[in-house]
């Protein structure tokens, strides 16, 4: 235990004249060891690259520090415990954390805002202190140990370019109440999934087996109570969803394998380019009572209970091809005047009427499908091959081979 403590990295203000550092702040570095990083610590304003990176380390403390304009990467320290960058205020650096397996406490308490903030691969991450954030150039948080004990830093944040927030799977709630745009992609997926509580790091080792393959649906609450704009949403493994104020979407939006019974988006105005609904198990009831345009497609797929689609009312041009596949009995489109992209609607209800659809399909371009009856409204491709085969969709991964037969329209079309 106290093997450790000599080589605490603790980068205090080091009796030096700062004007006469300045220079240093400027460099490249690579941190392996405290002494590499006591050429830093006099530094007020950071601009070059500093790597850390070292079995060695600890703990990093750096109180000097108040403004970066460069990057600061962490990476791969099997014994980091701590990073604290307790002077630092608005900045338009990034600050990247990458597989630091025992980091436990993240902490820029006077932070406002920062061009890019990583933190990827900390398991053991659940303190991440950031009070004062408002705007970020990109979030990342992927697999960490946070949890909803402590306070995220998405409660104070007002804006983000990127926002991606995923596989941390003990979060059950993700609550952004000043959020209000978000211009760049923003995705939200596997998160809490697991239903075990919080074990630490030492418990690692115990004997009982974890939890984590229980069959209850695990997922997160989504809660963006202030958003109004937004680029390119993906939104995976939701079991509540608090959009109120959401009312422009100026690219994609999709909602996949969420436990969500409805999807209510009341005043949203129109989506960019593609909004997708696809494998949600328990979907009932999808009311988007406002919005009248969609840029791309309509796919709305392999919801096993959504049985009437009536939640579209003002909906009046669809740019792209409107694509259903489900056990629907009712579909109401009532307000559609334009499908620029064809229509391929199948259902394998018995109760599904296709003259209902009768309108729509005669302001449709191109080519237009519509069956009741069918004995599976599942995907298939014209040659029987997997989606994953074909050429372009190799990087497409499991759980988003619906979305792909949206972007090919050919693959809507093939019965
Ligand atoms: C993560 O850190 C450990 C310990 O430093 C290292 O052995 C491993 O290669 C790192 N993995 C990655 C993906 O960087
Ligand atoms: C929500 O956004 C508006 C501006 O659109 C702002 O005036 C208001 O303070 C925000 N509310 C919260 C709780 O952040
Ligand atoms: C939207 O995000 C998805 C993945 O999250 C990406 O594949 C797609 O290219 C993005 N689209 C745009 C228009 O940026
Ligand atoms: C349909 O949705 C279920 C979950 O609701 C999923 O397990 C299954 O893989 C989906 N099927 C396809 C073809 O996407
Ligand atoms: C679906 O949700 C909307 C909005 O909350 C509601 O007005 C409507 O009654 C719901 N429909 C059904 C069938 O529950």
Redesign the pocket.
Same mark, same amino acid.
């Given at each position: 235990m106290t093997r450790f403590t000599s080589s605490l990295l603790v980068l205090v203000s080091a009796a030096v004249v700062a004007s006469a550092q300045q220079e240093g702040c400027a460099k490249q570095v690579v941190v392996a060891s405290e002494a590499d990083l006591a050429s830093l610590a006099a530094c007020s304003t950071f601009s070059g690259t500093v790597t850390i990176s070292g079995p060695a380390i600890t703990a990093i403390s750096w109180p000097a520090l108040q403004s970066l304009t460069g990057s600061i990467q962490v990476k791969s320290n099997p014994h980091l415990s701590t990073f604290a960058l307790e002077g630092l205020k608005a900045s338009t650096g990034s600050i990247r954390l990458y597989n630091n397996t025992v980091l436990s406490a993240v902490s820029f308490p006077s932070l406002q805002s920062l061009h890019a903030l990583e933190i990827i691969t900390a398991p053991n991450l659940r303190q991440l202190s950031l009070s004062t954030i408002d705007s970020l150039g990109s979030l990342t948080l992927e697999d960490t140990g946070l949890d909803n004990s402590g306070q995220l830093p998405w409660s104070t944040l007002q804006k983000a370019t990127d926002l991606g927030v995923s596989n941390n799977k003990y979060l059950k709630t993700i609550e952004m109440g000043h959020l209000q745009s978000v211009s760049?992609?923003f995705?939200i997926a596997a998160n809490g999934l697991s239903d075990s509580k919080y074990s630490a790091a030492s418990s690692i080792s115990s004997s009982t087996p974890s939890a984590d393959s229980t069959t209850s649906p695990g997922g997160t609450i989504l809660s963006l109570t202030n958003l109004t704009t937004a *680029?390119?949403c993906?939104f995976r493994h939701l079991t509540d969803l608090q959009l109120p104020v959401l009312s422009t979407v100026s690219? *994609?939006l999709s909602f996949d394998e969420t436990s969500l019974t409805s999807i209510v988006i009341p005043h949203l105005k129109s989506v960019g380019?593609t909004l997708s609904i696809v494998s949600n198990d328990k979907l009932s009831n999808i009311s988007f009572s406002d919005l009248t345009a969609i840029g791309g497609a309509l796919l709305i797929a392999n919801n096993t209970e959504l049985t009437v689609v009536d939640g579209f009312r003002q909906l009046k041009d669809i740019s792209g091809v409107l694509n259903m596949r489900g056990a629907f009995s009712t579909v109401s489109l009532p307000a559609v005047t334009t499908v620029k992209g064809g229509m391929s609607v199948l259902s394998s209800s018995n109760d599904f009427d296709c003259s209902t659809l009768s309108k729509v399909k005669a302001s449709a371009k191109g080519k237009t499908v519509c069956q009741a009856k069918v004995k599976s409204a599942r995907p298939t491709n014209a040659d029987g091959g997997s989606l994953e085969n074909k050429g372009s969709l190799n990087v497409i991964a499991k759980g988003t081979m619906w979305s792909a037969v949206v972007t090919m329209s050919f693959l809507a079309f093939a019965l």
């Open positions: 760049g992609k995705v *680029s390119n993906t690219a *994609s380019q």
